[in-house]
């Protein structure tokens, strides 16, 4: 158990809806960072925040959006969601980068 | 091209045997380097981490990283049936996003 937490372990929504994903850091750490990985890409980089703050951006689509509140907990919100959407969903999360990441054990997000 | 390039295998081996698992890549200003355990459905695990060049040993594991060649390694000794798994390896520079090989599905025959 790396001490990262994410609800819910598995979502099954409809095309053009929208999703919420949620992630709890382990304890202590600042920085939080999303990861999409789907059969075709692998572990693709979406966002990273460091206490609050947005500090990286990777492949993330404008449909998708994140933040982090002040206890430190981060949301992925999806929108619009489209069938090349589905796929495993992780946070991971570390003290501060460059540290190591800590991965959860990811959401799995079915769009039919 | 790809910044890391991994062999997707898939790898076969008996329980006993030494692992072996490599990542090339083209970023020369890469620093840190790791190596993930990933099972099926289930979040990555971190098990080694590197920062430049040299080996680093934990139990049964060894990560060697040769910057001048971009090649990292990651060698597993004694392998356990426990051990079949995908194996990613991943790098960043400083504080920047991690860069993931594709992943290496490795299989111990007992």
């Known amino acids: 158990d790396s001490g990262v937490t994410q609800t819910p372990k598995h979502l099954i929504t409809a095309t053009g809806q929208r999703v919420t994903l949620r992630c709890s850091p382990r304890s202590g750490d600042l920085s939080v960072y999303w990861y999409q990985q789907s059969l075709d890409q692998g572990l693709q980089f979406l966002i990273q925040?460091?206490?609050?703050?947005?500090?990286a951006k990777g492949n993330i689509l404008e449909r998708f959006s994140a933040q982090q509140f002040p206890d430190l907990h981060s949301e992925l919100n999806l929108s619009s969601l489209e069938l090349g959407d589905s796929a495993l969903y992780f946070c991971?999360?570390?003290?501060?980068?460059?540290?190591?990441?800590?991965f959860g054990p990811g959401t799995r997000l079915t769009v039919l | 091209q790809k910044e890391v390039e991994q062999d997707p295998g898939p790898l076969s081996v008996p329980e006993g045997a030494i692992v072996s698992l490599n990542c090339t890549y083209s970023?020369?200003?890469?620093?840190?380097f790791m190596w993930y355990r990933q099972y099926s459905r289930k979040g990555p695990e971190l098990l080694m981490y590197t920062y430049s060049s040299g080996n680093k040993e934990d139990g049964r594991f060894t990560a060697q990283v040769d910057k001048s060649s971009k090649y990292i390694s990651l060698f597993i000794r004694d392998s356990q049936p426990s051990d079949s798994a995908t194996y990613l390896c991943a790098m960043s520079q400083g504080a920047q996003k991690l860069v993931f090989g594709q992943g290496t599905r490795l299989t111990i025959n007992p």
């Open positions: 925040y460091y206490n609050g703050e947005e500090r």
């Open positions: 991971a999360s570390s003290v501060s980068p460059p540290n190591e990441q800590f």
């Open positions: 970023n020369s200003a890469f620093q840190y």
